[in-house]
């Protein structure tokens, strides 16, 4: 859970216990109702990505591991999904 999601459910439990007479107030708000210690979203960072002669090269590096770096870089799967392929038993093994 990211620090943001966390503070607003935070706030969210406050404000119910003091709907419900637990609490006089919510102690995560100001007197005026305002919520100002919450951290700003984050901005992603721009994705750099490689251009084909990029990846080739890149690939060509990697030795035994060449066809999944070339798989992974040409269709976005992550490393979970391309590492239980047996390579062996791949059309992308013998493609050669």
Same mark, same amino acid.
Do not use: F, I, Y
């Given at each position: 859970? %990211?620090? %943001? @999601?966390? $503070? !607003?459910? /935070?706030v969210r439990t406050?404000?119910?216990?003091? @709907?419900e007479g637990r609490l006089a107030r919510?102690? !995560?708000?100001?007197? +005026? $109702?305002k919520v100002t210690y919450l951290p700003g979203a984050s901005r992603a960072k721009e994705n750099r990505y490689l251009s084909a002669a990029e990846l080739d090269a890149l690939a060509a590096q990697c030795g035994n591991h060449e066809p999944m770096v070339l798989l992974t870089g040409y269709t976005g /799967?992550?490393? $979970?999904?391309?590492?239980?392929?047996?390579? !062996?038993?791949?059309t992308c093994? +013998? !493609?050669g």
């Open positions: 859970m %990211r620090k %943001r @999601d966390a $503070g !607003a459910q /935070l406050l404000d119910a216990a003091v @709907d919510d102690p !995560a708000r100001t007197p +005026s $109702g /799967l992550r490393s $979970g999904e391309v590492t239980p392929c047996r390579w !062996a038993t791949s093994a +013998s !493609a």
